[in-house]
């Protein structure tokens, strides 16, 4: 049996995040994983700063006193190469941490793509793990995966139990999310507020339409098949898209006891409320819900725009005029754009606040 396992962590402008995940990972108790990293053309000497921390002269932050366990004793220090596409993935050699310059901010798949590419060059292992870099993981979290998996060969992906880094106690989401494909809105499984005991895997997994892309493990065999996340997208409705993709091949998986904190939107603004959540975040989320309905559901087109508007609405009377109007151009751009194309992320007043 194979135990190696390929982690890919995306990182754009969020070095202090990205250490402290990659700290996490180096206490697993499973052997053989090799990091890759993935940087999105970041301004903030990110690489260089990862560099530094894999040579042990960086020191880790935590962000919660919480976690200051993780500083208990200094991680050893990591062989480190670089890649970049076109090379043979061979000549990385063994090194633990595969640092890859994306060579500009292609986004959440397009990122995540690259480090994908990677693992399909080597042929050394059966599973990939993709991990947001604002995350903190259980020592056990990716065992437990791999077991859930080897016992389920049906299962394509499979998340983890995500918990909120500064309220560990509260469940973010168990393993994805369920989608109602009338709306194209994303619905909470058992509860966003449950407790840490939750509700059982095979009752999730019912009502489990996609995998969070913040925890989840994939088998090579999945990506091989179903291909790997579509770029169209650039950020958000990637993991909804890849699992449509994989109806009828592959089933989403759920595994509660592999935990993993998640500080949720570090990057992008992605918060909880809606009021607070950033620009950026609601016109890529506005753009790419109505990009997904007329991919797959092009007949209810105009009722995900109707919920779009009631969205906006919302937002407006709530006194963020500013979030309605953003609200309202993403779905415009979602109409009118080419659909498999890649988007033009950074004119048109798609760039981050």
């Known amino acids: 049996m194979n135990d190696r396992v390929y982690v890919v962590v995306l990182n754009w402008n969020g070095w202090q995040d990205t250490i402290e995940c990659l700290q996490s990972l180096c206490r697993l108790e499973h052997d053989?994983?090799?990091?890759?990293?993935?940087?999105?053309?970041?301004?903030?000497?990110?690489?260089e700063h990862i560099r530094r921390w894999a040579d042990g002269v960086q020191r880790t932050m935590v962000a919660d006193s919480r976690y200051q366990f993780l500083l208990d004793r200094p991680v050893r220090r990591l062989r480190v190469s670089e890649w970049c596409e076109g090379q043979p993935a061979s000549s990385t050699g063994d090194a633990d941490l595969i640092l890859i310059s994306t060579g500009g901010n292609l986004g959440f798949a397009g990122g995540c793509n690259?480090?994908?590419?990677?693992?399909?060059?080597?042929?050394?292992?059966?599973?990939?793990?993709?991990?947001?870099?604002?995350?903190?993981?259980?020592?056990?979290?990716?065992?437990?995966?791999?077991?859930?998996?080897?016992?389920?060969?049906?299962?394509?992906?499979?998340?983890?139990?995500?918990?909120?880094?500064?309220?560990?106690?509260?469940?973010?989401?168990?393993?994805?999310?369920?989608?109602?494909?009338?709306?194209?809105?994303?619905?909470?499984?058992?509860?966003?507020?449950?407790?840490?005991?939750?509700?059982c895997e095979a009752e999730v997994e019912r009502n489990l339409m996609y995998v969070s892309g913040a925890s989840a493990l994939l088998r090579r065999s999945f990506i091989e098949q179903v291909g790997l996340m579509n770029e169209q997208y650039f950020l958000y409705f990637e993991e909804i898209d890849w699992a449509t993709r994989a109806l009828g091949r592959y089933r989403m998986g759920y595994c509660a006891a592999s935990r993993v904190f998640h500080k949720e939107g570090q990057s992008i603004g992605s918060h909880r409320t809606r009021e607070s959540r950033s620009l950026f975040s609601e016109r890529w989320l506005s753009r790419n819900r109505v990009v997904f309905m007329r991919t797959y559901y092009p007949e209810r087109v105009v009722i995900c725009l109707v919920w779009v508007a009631f969205a906006a609405l919302y937002r407006l009377l709530r006194g963020r005029p500013d979030l309605a109007k953003t609200m309202c151009d993403g779905a415009w751009s979602g109409l009118w754009c080419k659909l498999g194309e890649k988007p033009q992320a950074w004119d048109s007043g798609f760039s981050p606040e």
Do not use: H
């Open 32 to 47: 053989g994983i090799r990091i890759v990293v993935c940087d999105n053309a970041s301004t903030d000497d990110s690489i």
């Open 114 to 199: 690259a480090g994908l590419r990677y693992f399909l060059e080597r042929s050394d292992a059966d599973f990939v793990w993709l991990l947001n870099n604002d995350t903190l993981v259980s020592q056990d979290s990716l065992g437990r995966l791999l077991d859930k998996m080897r016992a389920r060969p049906d299962l394509g992906i499979c998340g983890s139990k995500l918990l909120y880094y500064f309220q560990p106690d509260v469940v973010q989401c168990p393993g994805g999310y369920d989608f109602n494909p009338w709306t194209a809105r994303v619905k909470i499984i058992a509860g966003r507020e449950e407790s840490e005991e939750g509700t």
